[in-house]
């Protein structure tokens, strides 16, 4: 399993308790689909609301495991994605979609597998006439995201972590869920809560 696996697989709730300087979304966008994870490197771009030509240029130039963050600029009243999009990104291997804007076709993207994350669902497109910007630098969501970034998002929401500390985070958070696993095996053993974490009453009390 590819560390990127893995980090999907520990999910973002994990790995943002388990990383003191990870870089947690407070409003992220959510998934088509409550099983849609994802994790891999970031590739930003910054589109005009409204046009989603920068997508295109980004699609044709992203690669396998790559993760699309996208700037929209919270629009929702327009769709620069949809399932064709998703079909040209599964077949350069792209691992994922993250925008804070609408996308459409949602129920084609869903059967096809393709991990989108979303703030809204609309039927209207966009214009394909403004270049964009690829690279740069992002704030979505409130969170700060550059490309090669470490992104992990999931149901439970987006954690972005930074390049150079991917695998010092990714230990930390396969010990936090090691000892997850131990807490769950002391319960299934007839322990509480209280006698686990030493949350019962006080001597004094």
Not at 27 to 35: E, G, H, I, K, V
Not at 88 to 99: D, F, K, T
Request: charged share 20%; with cysteine.
């Amino acid at each position: 399993m590819t560390p990127y696996a893995r980090l999907a697989e520990l999910g973002a709730a994990t790995l943002g308790e388990a990383w003191p300087q990870a870089r947690i979304a407070t409003a992220p966008p959510r998934p088509l689909a409550p099983d849609m994870a994802l994790a891999g490197p970031a590739v930003t771009v910054r589109c005009q609301p409204g046009d989603n030509l920068a997508l295109h240029r980004v699609i044709a130039q992203a690669g396998p495991g790559d993760v699309l963050v996208v700037d929209y600029g919270g629009r929702t009243d327009s769709a620069p994605f949809g399932e064709i999009m998703a079909l040209a990104c599964q077949l350069r291997g792209i691992a994922g979609l993250i925008i804070d804007g609408a996308v459409r076709d949602s129920m084609a993207i869903i059967r096809a597998g393709f991990p989108v994350f979303a703030h809204g669902l609309t039927i209207f497109g966009s214009t394909k006439r403004h270049a964009g910007a690829i690279g740069a630098n992002l704030l979505l969501a409130g969170t700060e995201v550059a490309s090669g970034d470490l992104v992990v998002a999931d149901a439970d929401g987006m954690v972005v972590v930074a390049r150079d500390q991917i695998d010092k985070a990714l230990e930390a958070a396969q010990a936090r869920a090691a000892r997850e696993e131990h807490v769950m095996a002391r319960l299934r053993a007839g322990e509480s809560t209280l006698e686990i974490f030493g949350l019962g009453p006080k001597e004094d009390e």
